[in-house]
């Protein structure tokens, strides 16, 4: 079955470490979404990408984050310098379309991967 | 900002009882709204999504409403197993999804 998949499932960084967590969404899935998930909370949103452009980078925390999907497909998220409360579990999520502004279709639920729990020390 | 909050947050039911969680949200203009299941350590599954135009879906035993006007849905699970003991998450889909924080449910044998 070839679902969301994400690696590593599990970081642990030292404080100030860069860190780099990929995403494999499903294949012809446009588009792709980063959410961090605290301890005891629901995931937030972090940033959102149409095939290969970011179209929406608002929750990004920090300057330290970046995510980028070069070719429309495998994504990434950098951590820099990593700081404790960074600690979370970083979920990735694929639907086949979202159509801003538009009538929401059948297309537009996502699937998400098991998650990247990244710990901080 | 949308603010969704699901209540309780937690609940503790024996073997065979009907759950009734609830999801509230504080803007109406949504296209959908999806229920998950969280299991420990685990990413999210998606149960039931509901669209806008809809009331409600349905699922074997679980039954989910939407009524948009009053920014609610409540998921129904019926004859509840202990295999249903997990946290159940709504997140109702404006530009993004915007999740509650969960109901985390356990099902006593």
């Known amino acids: 079955g070839a679902g969301v998949s994400q690696s590593p499932r599990y970081k642990v960084a030292k404080r100030g470490q860069d860190v780099a967590l990929r995403c494999d969404p499903i294949s012809g899935h446009v588009s792709l979404f980063w959410y961090q998930q605290a301890l005891g909370q629901g995931p937030e949103f972090l940033t959102y990408f149409q095939n290969e452009a970011q179209l929406d980078k608002s929750g990004l925390p920090s300057d330290r984050f970046f995510a980028e999907r070069p070719e429309g497909s495998v994504s990434t998220l950098k951590i820099q310098r990593t700081q404790q409360e960074d600690s979370a579990v970083y979920l990735c999520a694929s639907s086949l379309a979202f159509v801003d502004g538009q009538i929401a279709s059948s297309y537009n639920e996502q699937f998400f991967g098991p998650g990247t729990r990244l710990t901080v020390l | 900002k949308q603010e969704v909050t699901q209540i309780p947050a937690a609940l503790s039911v024996p073997e065979g009882e009907n759950l009734v969680l609830n999801c509230s949200f504080t803007?109406?203009?949504?296209?959908?709204l999806q229920w998950f299941r969280q299991d420990p350590g685990k990413g999210l599954t998606s149960l039931l999504l509901i669209q806008s135009s809809q009331r409600e879906q349905t699922s074997g035993r679980l039954n989910a409403s939407l009524d948009k006007s009053s920014g609610r849905s409540t998921l129904y699970i019926a004859a509840s197993q202990p295999g249903d003991s997990a946290t159940y998450l709504c997140a109702a889909w404006g530009y993004k999804l915007s999740f509650g924080a969960g109901t985390t449910v356990t099902v006593r044998a």
């Open positions: 803007d109406s203009a949504i296209y959908n």
